[in-house]
Protein backbone atom coordinates (compact mmCIF):
# COMPACT_ATOMS: atom_id res chain seq x y z
CA UNK A 1 0.00 0.00 0.00
CA UNK A 2 1.34 3.27 -0.81
CA UNK A 3 0.19 6.33 0.55
CA UNK A 4 0.51 9.86 -1.19
CA UNK A 5 0.61 13.24 0.28
CA UNK A 6 -0.01 16.71 -1.10
CA UNK A 7 1.43 20.02 -0.61
CA UNK A 8 2.32 23.34 -1.86
CA UNK A 9 -1.30 24.76 -2.30
CA UNK A 10 -2.45 27.95 -0.24
CA UNK A 11 -3.42 31.26 -1.31
CA UNK A 12 -2.38 32.82 -4.05
CA UNK A 13 -3.27 36.65 -6.42
CA UNK A 14 -3.57 35.81 -10.07
CA UNK A 15 -0.77 35.66 -12.24
CA UNK A 16 1.39 34.27 -9.70
CA UNK A 17 2.67 30.59 -9.20
CA UNK A 18 2.92 27.75 -6.90
CA UNK A 19 4.31 24.47 -7.07
CA UNK A 20 2.67 21.35 -5.69
CA UNK A 21 4.01 18.08 -4.42
CA UNK A 22 2.91 14.79 -3.79
CA UNK A 23 5.34 12.58 -1.98
CA UNK A 24 4.75 8.78 -1.77
CA UNK A 25 5.29 6.77 0.91
CA UNK A 26 7.07 3.99 -0.90
CA UNK A 27 8.79 3.57 -4.46
CA UNK A 28 6.83 4.80 -7.37
CA UNK A 29 8.98 3.68 -9.85
CA UNK A 30 6.66 0.41 -10.97
CA UNK A 31 3.63 3.25 -11.19
CA UNK A 32 3.13 3.88 -14.92
CA UNK A 33 0.37 6.23 -14.05
CA UNK A 34 0.93 9.84 -12.28
CA UNK A 35 -1.58 12.47 -12.41
CA UNK A 36 -2.89 15.71 -10.74
CA UNK A 37 -6.67 16.08 -10.67
CA UNK A 38 -8.71 18.87 -9.12
CA UNK A 39 -12.39 18.88 -7.91
CA UNK A 40 -13.43 22.74 -8.18
CA UNK A 41 -16.98 22.64 -5.97
CA UNK A 42 -19.88 21.52 -5.80
CA UNK A 43 -21.56 20.33 -9.12
CA UNK A 44 -18.66 19.67 -10.56
CA UNK A 45 -16.97 16.40 -11.07
CA UNK A 46 -12.70 15.44 -10.36
CA UNK A 47 -11.37 16.33 -13.78
CA UNK A 48 -7.38 15.76 -15.00
CA UNK A 49 -5.04 18.47 -14.77
CA UNK A 50 -1.85 16.60 -15.97
CA UNK A 51 -0.43 13.06 -16.20
CA UNK A 52 2.25 11.13 -16.99
CA UNK A 53 0.82 7.41 -18.60
CA UNK A 54 3.28 5.26 -19.96
CA UNK A 55 5.99 8.00 -20.78
CA UNK A 56 3.34 10.18 -22.43
CA UNK A 57 2.63 13.52 -20.82
CA UNK A 58 -0.98 15.05 -21.29
CA UNK A 59 -2.51 18.48 -19.74
CA UNK A 60 -6.07 19.80 -19.95
CA UNK A 61 -6.60 22.24 -22.53
CA UNK A 62 -7.13 25.00 -20.00
CA UNK A 63 -3.91 24.75 -17.69
CA UNK A 64 -1.78 23.54 -21.41
CA UNK A 65 0.99 26.14 -21.61
CA UNK A 66 0.64 27.13 -17.76
CA UNK A 67 0.95 24.01 -15.46
CA UNK A 68 4.15 21.17 -15.95
CA UNK A 69 3.51 18.15 -14.18
CA UNK A 70 7.05 16.35 -13.42
CA UNK A 71 8.43 13.43 -11.52
CA UNK A 72 11.14 12.75 -9.49
CA UNK A 73 11.59 8.72 -9.14
CA UNK A 74 14.69 9.36 -6.85
CA UNK A 75 12.42 11.01 -4.08
CA UNK A 76 9.39 8.98 -4.95
CA UNK A 77 7.44 12.75 -5.51
CA UNK A 78 5.59 13.93 -8.00
CA UNK A 79 5.14 18.00 -8.95
CA UNK A 80 2.89 19.88 -10.54
CA UNK A 81 4.31 23.85 -11.23
CA UNK A 82 1.45 26.04 -11.71
CA UNK A 83 2.57 29.85 -13.60
CA UNK A 84 0.01 32.37 -14.75
CA UNK A 85 -2.52 31.02 -12.44
CA UNK A 86 -6.16 32.24 -13.07
CA UNK A 87 -9.38 32.39 -10.44
CA UNK A 88 -11.14 29.63 -12.13
CA UNK A 89 -8.26 27.65 -11.00
CA UNK A 90 -9.17 27.28 -7.84
CA UNK A 91 -9.72 23.85 -6.43
CA UNK A 92 -8.83 21.23 -4.61
CA UNK A 93 -5.65 19.31 -5.89
CA UNK A 94 -5.48 15.51 -5.51
CA UNK A 95 -2.41 13.32 -6.73
CA UNK A 96 -3.31 10.07 -8.14
CA UNK A 97 -0.91 6.84 -9.23
CA UNK A 98 -0.66 3.08 -9.63
CA UNK A 99 1.39 0.79 -11.71
CA UNK A 100 -2.07 0.51 -14.49
CA UNK A 101 -4.05 3.18 -14.26
CA UNK A 102 -4.86 5.77 -10.86
CA UNK A 103 -4.86 2.78 -7.89
CA UNK A 104 -4.02 5.53 -5.23
CA UNK A 105 -5.50 9.12 -4.29
CA UNK A 106 -3.99 11.91 -1.95
CA UNK A 107 -6.28 13.96 0.16
CA UNK A 108 -6.10 16.75 -1.69
CA UNK A 109 -4.13 20.32 -0.93
CA UNK A 110 -6.45 23.82 -1.41
CA UNK A 111 -5.10 26.31 -3.89
CA UNK A 112 -7.37 29.34 -3.74
CA UNK A 113 -6.36 32.30 -6.48
CA UNK A 114 -8.29 35.66 -5.62
CA UNK A 115 -7.06 38.90 -5.44
Known amino acids: QVQLVESGGGLVQPGGSLRLSCAASGSISTFNAMGWYRHQGPGKERELVASVTFGHTNYATSVAGRFTISIDSAKNTVYLQMNSLKPEDTAVYYC?????????WGKGTLVTVSS
Open 96 to 104: GGGQYGIKY
